[in-house]
């Protein structure tokens, strides 16, 4: 990889939703009502959750996203503003709803989450061109899959053709046409997103190892699996590397797949090798599960900062 000596700007194009947690001891069965849990609301959305990471450890961020003319729509965007953003790209959709999220965690930090994606389906490929014409050479385009495909696909076409790194963050499961495989620079399944994108199963770190090589061959350089609890994997023209998990008690996971891509996306802006960016992006991501909520777990980038040279 390539050293960059001055941060590159990070676009992030993806969803902006209202998280409504209840906290309780276990998930419910189908059909059953279980009592005596806690109620919060959140900021969230896999592409606003990224862009506040981003935002928070000190990248430049644009966000590109749509929200309803309503209430939560017009907070997410005040909040987005606190966090540093540029939100002159958050498009306003009138007579359409903000994203929701029901989300439910237990005791063991497990979680189920039920979206209504809204405003967030009305992303168009249109929506996105203002924003290409900030894009130079070297910038990273951060993409999720909760908001249209045909956006997706659109965006890292045109990623590709003006020279950014384009990640791809494939959630939730999705199928991707292979044919716009060579145009993503870093690919950050999770074991069901590689899956299926590798036809290959993933069920031990062997597996894991074989579906990355199949994406390879597919056209995609970098692959970045992560592991939950179990670190993530690295694969790229070098190998295989494995990244354990920094041991903590993990009190609520929801964002921590997020976290992860938007702190993986800063390091890389700063020029970080591929597999420092990694370390610091796992660090991240193991702060933000001994937290509640999604945007209000992320750690800032001084506590980041500490943590990681205590590691060395």
């Given at each position: 990889?390539?050293?960059?000596?001055?941060?590159?700007?990070?676009?992030?194009i993806g969803?902006?939703?209202?998280?409504?947690?209840?906290?309780?001891?276990?998930?419910?069965?189908?059909?059953?009502?279980?009592?005596?849990?806690?109620?919060?609301?959140?900021?969230?959305?896999?592409?606003?959750?990224?862009?506040?990471?981003?935002?928070?450890?000190?990248?430049?961020?644009?966000?590109?996203?749509?929200?309803?003319?309503?209430?939560?729509?017009?907070?997410?965007?005040?909040?987005?503003?606190?966090?540093?953003?540029?939100?002159?790209?958050?498009?306003?959709?009138?007579?359409?709803?903000?994203g929701v999220?029901?989300?439910?965690?237990?005791?063991?930090?497990?979680?189920?989450?039920?979206?209504?994606?809204?405003?967030?389906?009305?992303?168009?490929?249109?929506?996105?061109?203002?924003?290409?014409?900030?894009?130079?050479?070297?910038?990273?385009?951060?993409?999720?899959?909760?908001?249209?495909?045909?956006?997706?696909?659109?965006?890292?076409?045109?990623?590709?053709?003006?020279?950014?790194r384009v990640?791809?963050?494939?959630?939730?499961?999705?199928?991707?046409?292979?044919?716009?495989?060579?145009?993503?620079?870093?690919?950050?399944?999770?074991?069901?997103?590689?899956?299926?994108?590798?036809?290959?199963?993933?069920?031990?770190?062997?597996?894991?190892?074989?579906?990355?090589?199949?994406?390879?061959?597919?056209?995609?350089?970098?692959?970045?699996?992560?592991?939950?609890?179990?670190?993530?994997?690295?694969?790229?023209?070098?190998?295989?590397?494995?990244?354990?998990?920094?041991?903590?008690?993990?009190?609520?996971?929801?964002?921590?797949?997020?976290?992860?891509?938007?702190?993986?996306?800063?390091?890389?802006?700063?020029?970080?090798?591929?597999?420092?960016?990694?370390?610091?992006?796992?660090?991240?991501?193991?702060?933000?599960?001994?937290?509640?909520?999604?945007?209000?777990?992320?750690?800032?980038?001084?506590?980041?900062?500490?943590?990681?040279?205590?590691?060395?």
């Amino acid at each position: 990889m390539k050293n960059y000596y001055s941060m590159r700007k990070i676009i992030v194009i993806g969803s902006s939703n209202t998280d409504m947690v209840i906290r309780s001891e276990r998930l419910p069965k189908p059909g059953e009502t279980v009592m005596g849990g806690t109620f919060y609301m959140s900021p969230g959305g896999k592409g606003a959750n990224q862009a506040v990471t981003a935002a928070r450890l000190g990248a430049t961020v644009y966000f590109v996203a749509k929200t309803g003319d309503d209430l939560f729509g017009k907070e997410a965007i005040e909040n987005y503003r606190d966090a540093g953003i540029d939100t002159r790209f958050i498009r306003t959709e009138a007579q359409v709803a903000s994203g929701v999220a029901l989300i439910m965690v237990d005791a063991k930090a497990e979680n189920c989450i039920s979206v209504a994606n809204g405003a967030n389906n009305r992303l168009l490929p249109a929506d996105i061109d203002e924003v290409m014409s900030f894009v130079e050479e070297d910038d990273i385009v951060l993409l999720q899959l909760e908001i249209p495909i045909e956006t997706v696909l659109y965006a890292i076409d045109e990623g590709w053709r003006r020279k950014a790194r384009v990640v791809l963050n494939p959630a939730p499961a999705a199928p991707i046409p292979v044919a716009y495989f060579p145009k993503i620079y870093l690919l950050t399944p999770n074991r069901v997103e590689a899956e299926m994108l590798s036809g290959l199963p993933v069920s031990d770190m062997e597996e894991a190892a074989k579906a990355m090589q199949k994406l390879h061959t597919l056209g995609i350089e970098v692959v970045v699996m992560t592991l939950g609890g179990e670190g993530a994997l690295l694969s790229h023209r070098k190998g295989t590397k494995h990244f354990p998990a920094r041991k903590v008690e993990a009190v609520d996971t929801v964002g921590a797949g997020d976290v992860f891509n938007g702190a993986l996306c800063v390091a890389l802006s700063e020029g970080k090798g591929i597999e420092d960016a990694i370390l610091f992006a796992s660090v991240a991501s193991s702060v933000s599960v001994t937290r509640n909520g999604a945007q209000t777990s992320i750690p800032d980038r001084e506590e980041l900062n500490i943590l990681i040279e205590n590691l060395k």
